[in-house]
């Protein structure tokens, strides 16, 4: 079981996807040989052949999800599709509603050919709504659709990821809405209507209640009424999982309903009932109700890998093992595994292992009882070092505020919300209706409770766990788990002590401020989507060029992909923030950036703008020049130009030791370009060098990019910074016509993903991340390999 689980993980480790009959035939060798063989008392053959069963399994799946595509030709294109909801709508921004479409049909493509089935499952958002809602759970609408794609760097939310683990094979925006009755109905289309139909049911019921969002959480799973303070405050106090139906809630569903069926059990007569069928039917309830809760909380990715590991733990039970309790662990893993074989690119799936593996290494084995309350405790501080290493290699941080925050709220939601919540909504279904006002008071009571707490913890700084190397990290952590098995309390004090002065907050402890040095200077353009993001590193010094674009209370490129990929870097300080102007899509999320990372110095074209959002001093962009380790440095911006994009601060990057340079250019527009190559212009602007690289003015728009100023730079390489198919047609197709007719090679951020340039002694080379990717995305014929640039 362990080496099938371990084959279905190792799957995502590689780049290309390997055929799925030919692992079967090792797998079947491999058997063989140990049947065979002659060496039925060695286990590797049994274990390679578990392992090549596992990547045979995810292979196929793999295989099957990616045959799903959205021809080329259909892109940017409105057609129509019929279908019904997955999932529940959820509010967008810009009073916009994002859901899931199972498709039944694609009217008017029925006769197209293709090679391969179209997708069955979208993503899709509905802008332009004006408050409606949609009229029916069956639907034809009529969208554009794009293929799969998302923002690609190193770190940070991989959109792309997201989307293959789901299955969404395409996504879009809806052009109009139609209901649409005739969609045939099967049962999973049944059990998404019920779902719908139920969700709208709470909302008539507790809408008006102060605490509606949080009862739709717990109660359907429904997340869509939280806030962005809430979130921030969940975030905050590491109590997210409290609103997402998993372990925790069907764990005391399961508690619940073992406790009263057993209770029934010994209300029967003595001898009515033999010992091993009560435990099967004490089990068959358990199993009744964990399904019952499953589906009404919306039978969610992490709800049904909990329903899995909560039936295999209670079948463990009911058959009396008596192995040791990693036994039901591996059962479990392995059919979460079975039924989901994607589960492992879920984070959620390494967290939830995780966090009952941690529990084993603590509970599992000791003799006696303690407490209840040394026993929270225990499991508490269990959980909050053992998953330490786990979130840092997702590039997460661990808040401290997370100890003393579900310290009460843990038992809190298990001892007096759920039950609270539970049977308040059955008195409100017996008596119909008639004690909705009672029992709303009484929701909005135990959850404003609940929220008081967290929002009186979040209010404290108590910082984040230090991030340390691994080894490191994953040393503090076994030690801190040992400490905690220890019945001596003393020994326990010592130890936790210990752990937590060496793994101390930076907040507490100070951060230290040096970079992780480069051996030689390297250029890092991150996909930031519609806007610019750029890393210079030069021995231990750091540049950051512009921030990426913020969408505010949506997305921050600056908390998506800056930040993690500049602490995937080794960066403590940023020494020098250049931002060329003040648009969004180029100084998005300051705030943010200057609350992870000291910022040493700031220069911008438009000094008093960036001043204004960040209360940091900033200096103007003036014709200027540094020197950095292996690089010299130098800005320009327009004389005269004060505010937009012709005041965008322009930075050249040149390596004297090669004779190469990159140009970076912010948002110039033709009349800068102009004034660039006159006398007012910096002096290296027509420098001979031996390479030039040029990020494309302002995205590629045709409003910049002049013949004449291509020609008298003469770059050799233009780089693209575009988000993929958006709306604004970066780049025109005009501007890239001139650079093709001037021959200059191009790449795009929007194909490529990051495109890193490295100047070293043999000159520069460059790569772009695309390619070295999974199979999910670095396939021939899917979006990135058919991706162009116009």
Not at 678 to 693: A, F, K, N, Y
Request: charged fraction near 15%.
């Amino acid at each position: 079981m362990l080496a099938f689980s371990c084959g279905v993980i190792l799957l995502y480790r590689l780049t290309t996807l390997p055929p799925y009959p030919w692992l079967i035939a090792l797998g079947g060798g491999a058997l063989l040989f140990h049947f065979r063989g002659g060496h039925t008392n060695r286990r590797w053959p049994v274990l390679v052949a578990g392992v090549m069963f596992g990547l045979a399994w995810a292979s196929w799946s793999s295989e099957h999800r990616l045959a799903e595509r959205l021809p080329s030709e259909l892109e940017g294109q409105r057609v129509l599709v019929s279908g019904y909801l997955c999932d529940l709508p959820a509010p967008g921004n810009f009073d916009s509603l994002r859901f899931s479409f199972c498709v039944t049909g694609w009217p008017g493509l029925h006769a197209q050919a293709t090679d391969y089935p179209l997708p069955s499952v979208l993503r899709l958002t509905w802008y332009g709504r004006e408050g409606r809602p949609l009229p029916d759970h069956r639907l034809k609408l009529e969208v554009v659709l794009k293929r799969p794609h998302g923002q690609l760097n190193p770190e940070g939310f991989r959109y792309e990821d997201w989307l293959f683990r789901h299955g969404y094979r395409a996504t879009g925006s809806v052009k109009q809405v139609f209901a649409d009755p005739g969609v045939v109905c099967g049962a999973k289309c049944r059990y998404h209507a019920w779902h719908w139909d139920a969700a709208n049911h709470v909302k008539r019921l507790f809408g008006k209640a102060e605490q509606y969002a949080l009862i739709a959480s717990l109660l359907m799973g429904d997340r869509g009424g939280l806030t962005d303070e809430q979130w921030q405050i969940l975030k905050a106090t590491g109590t997210i999982h409290l609103v997402a139906i998993s372990g925790l809630h069907l764990g005391l569903v399961a508690i619940g309903a073992g406790l009263m069926a057993r209770r029934l059990w010994l209300l029967l007569p003595v001898g009515t009932v033999s010992e091993y069928t009560g435990r099967v039917v004490v089990f068959l309830v358990v199993v009744l109700g964990c399904v019952g809760y499953a589906l009404l909380a919306g039978f969610t990715v992490p709800t049904r890998r909990a329903l899995v590991m909560v039936i295999a733990g209670g079948w463990y039970l009911v058959k009396a093992r008596q192995q040791g309790g990693w036994y039901p662990w591996i059962l479990a893993l392995m059919a979460v595994l079975l039924l989901d074989p994607f589960a492992p690119l879920d984070q959620g799936f390494w967290l939830s292992f995780g966090a009952v593996a941690v529990l084993l290494l603590v509970f599992s084995g000791r003799v006696g009882s303690t407490g209840w309350l040394t026993t929270l405790i225990a499991a508490q501080l269990a959980a909050f070092f053992g998953l330490w290493p786990l979130l840092m290699a997702f590039q997460q941080t661990q808040p401290l505020a997370g100890l003393l925050a579900n310290l009460l709220a843990i038992p809190w939601v298990s001892l007096v919300v759920m039950p609270t919540l539970f049977l308040g909504s059955l008195l409100v279904w017996l008596s119909d209706g008639v004690l909705l006002p009672w029992v709303s008071a009484v929701f909005d009571v135990v959850l404003g409770t609940l929220w008081w707490w967290l929002e009186w913890v979040g209010q404290f700084r108590f910082g984040h766990m230090q991030p340390l190397a691994m080894p490191l990290g994953a040393g503090l952590a076994l030690l801190a788990l040992y400490a905690i098995r220890w019945h001596d309390l003393k020994w326990r004090l010592v130890f936790g002590a210990t752990v937590l002065l060496l793994a101390a907050p930076a907040s507490f402890m100070g951060r230290g401020e040096d970079n992780e040095a480069v051996p030689r200077p390297e250029v890092r353009i991150l996909d930031v989507g519609q806007g610019l993001s750029v890393v210079v590193r030069a021995g231990s010094r750091v540049m950051v060029y512009d921030t990426g674009p913020e969408v505010e209370g949506a997305y921050s490129a600056a908390e998506s992909v800056l930040i993690p990929n500049l602490r995937a870097m080794g960066v403590a300080t940023i020494d020098l923030l250049v931002l060329s102007h003040g648009d969004k899509d180029h100084a998005g999320g300051l705030a943010a950036l200057a609350d992870a990372f000291p910022v040493k110095r700031v220069i911008s074209g438009e000094p008093a703008l960036i001043s204004g959002r960040t209360g940091l001093p900033v200096e103007s962009c003036l014709a200027a020049r540094m020197r950095w380790p292996g690089l010299d440095v130098a800005f320009w911006r327009m004389p005269g130009s004060e505010e937009g994009n012709d005041a965008s601060c322009v930075v050249r990057l040149y390596h004297p030791a090669t004779g190469r340079d990159a140009i970076l250019t912010g948002d110039i527009s033709r009349r800068v370009e102009t004034r660039m190559l006159g006398s007012d212009g910096p002096g290296w602007v027509q420098d001979q060098v031996l390479h030039r690289i040029v990020l494309a003015p302002h995205h590629g728009s045709k409003t910049s990019s002049s013949d004449d100023w291509i020609k008298a730079i003469g770059p050799n390489q233009v780089i693209y910074t575009a988000g993929y198919r958006h709306h604004y047609g970066h780049p025109h197709p005009d501007v890239t016509e001139r650079y093709r007719r001037q021959g200059v090679g191009a790449l795009s951020t929007a194909c490529s993903g990051e495109i890193r340039l490295s100047f070293g002694e043999n000159g520069r080379t460059s790569s772009v991340l695309w390619r070295s990717q999974p199979f999910w995305i670095s396939s021939q014929g899917l979006t990135r390999s058919q991706c162009k640039i116009p």
